[in-house]
């Protein structure tokens, strides 16, 4: 199915509220799990992956995991599997039997865990057999995913005689790292700079969690609000001090003319008259804010701001190779983007070479990537647009078209 786009008067108004972060539900869900408490989660996300993880952790029998698409589960689950007593198959999507999680089996290998490829070295699905690991010491890349250290971390206070983990290369996204160790709150976990962490027996106390809205998911207003002619959105629950580390959208957003405002209910957006990218080019590494690029490159895009984005190299490892789909989409719309190694370079155009009458007539590919549907919806704003398999956005903003529709957007299948 496909799904039309467009606006009438390009201008945009209303109260949204944000789906619940999807990084803090499925780390509140894992620790939960852990601990064995009945502790509440309020605010828990209704997205997909987090529903499927839910699911998965509730059934107390169950041997075989399928987590589908939910990359996340896929890496919690294994190293929560690998401490749990019995014996188990984790295992996923088609795509997910591409996505490489060797090197966090070979980090639970080192300390003992028992896991077997069942199809591809490097690569899901997976024989567990659980067990009492003995802890230790290990050495780990961290510049090709955080979710694995997470996932380590979250059982390090699980492990007999603790854990202490070393970090390879520059770790990627490392204010999900901040997140876990923020969420796990026991005083016997360290999270010093450039070193590692160390953490050993003692579990996680928290009397529970209340979920944060999603600032991932903030970021689509806020590309919606820097292509609009006018524009005031409120963001109901966002707050200045937060877990995530995609907040940082707030600043990013501020050279493309978006004003945020912290009120007592959440964030404002408006439109600013300070735009100060007309002129200068504009540089950014995401290797801590990843999920923030697609938004980022289309808006840059669409405002014909000449861009270079960097720091992106786990982008070749979510639902899709990220780098190849945006350079290929951007590309089929008419604009002039580059790709050097893991870098993006969306260069400048010249007036209406992007030919916005021929837009309706392009179906957006989203290559079962929820975050390519959302990052190229905003388009809407300037042209006619179509978005090929519009449903990928349960994965993590179920009612993402729906609150598009409350602001003006009208939708055709």
């Not at 169950?62 to 589908?68: A, C, H, I, L, S």
């Not at 957003?253 to 002129?279: A, C, M, W």
């Not at 923030?292 to 895009?301: E, G, K």
Request: aromatic letters at 8%.
């Amino acid at each position: 199915m496909n799904l039309s786009l467009s606006h009438t008067t390009k201008v945009v108004r209303g109260e949204i509220t944000l789906p619940s972060s999807k990084s803090i539900s499925n780390r509140a869900l894992i620790i939960k799990a852990l601990s064995g408490l009945p502790f509440e989660i309020e605010n828990l996300s209704t997205a997909n992956d987090t529903q499927i993880l839910q699911q998965l952790l509730a059934d107390k029998n169950r041997t075989t995991f399928d987590v589908g698409h939910a990359g996340t589960a896929m890496r919690f689950l294994t190293a929560y599997l690998a401490i749990q007593q019995g014996e188990f198959i984790l295992t996923g999507s088609e795509r997910m039997q591409q996505r490489p999680i060797r090197i966090l089996v070979d980090s639970l290998r080192t300390i003992g865990a028992d896991i077997t490829y069942l199809k591809n070295e490097g690569f899901p699905p997976l024989k567990i057999i659980g067990k009492t690991l003995s802890g230790g010491e290990i050495t780990i890349d961290g510049s090709i995913s955080s979710q694995y250290i997470s996932a380590l971390m979250m059982i390090a206070p699980y492990i007999k005689n603790g854990l202490k983990i070393n970090f390879e290369g520059q770790v990627a996204s490392k204010p999900y790292l901040d997140m876990t160790a923020e969420m796990m709150k026991s005083p016997t976990l360290t999270l010093p700079e450039g070193e590692g962490i160390f953490s050993h027996l003692g579990g996680d106390k928290r009397g529970g969690f209340v979920v944060e809205p999603d600032w991932s998911a903030a970021s689509y207003w806020y590309s919606m609000v820097a292509l609009a002619k006018d524009a005031e959105i409120t963001l109901l629950g966002l707050k200045k001090k937060s877990l995530q580390g995609d907040s940082v959208v707030a600043e990013i957003f501020e050279k493309f003319g978006v004003k945020t405002d912290f009120i007592e209910n959440g964030i404002r957006l408006t439109k600013s008259s300070d735009f100060g990218l007309r002129t200068s080019d504009f540089q950014l590494n995401f290797t801590n804010c990843p999920d923030l690029a697609q938004t980022v490159a289309v808006t840059s895009a669409a405002l014909n701001v000449p861009s270079k984005l960097t720091g992106l190299s786990t982008l070749r490892i979510k639902e899709t190779d990220r780098i190849a789909a945006l350079q290929i989409e951007l590309t089929r719309l008419g604009f002039n983007v580059e790709v050097d190694g893991d870098d993006l370079i969306v260069n400048r155009h010249s007036g209406k070479s992007q030919q916005l009458n021929h837009w309706s007539s392009i179906s957006v590919h989203t290559y079962d990537d929820h975050r390519m549907a959302m990052a190229f919806a905003p388009l809407s704003l300037l042209s006619p647009i179509t978005i090929e398999n519009p449903g990928v956005v349960v994965k993590s903003y179920p009612n993402f078209w729906e609150d598009l529709r409350s602001v003006g957007v009208e939708l055709k299948e």
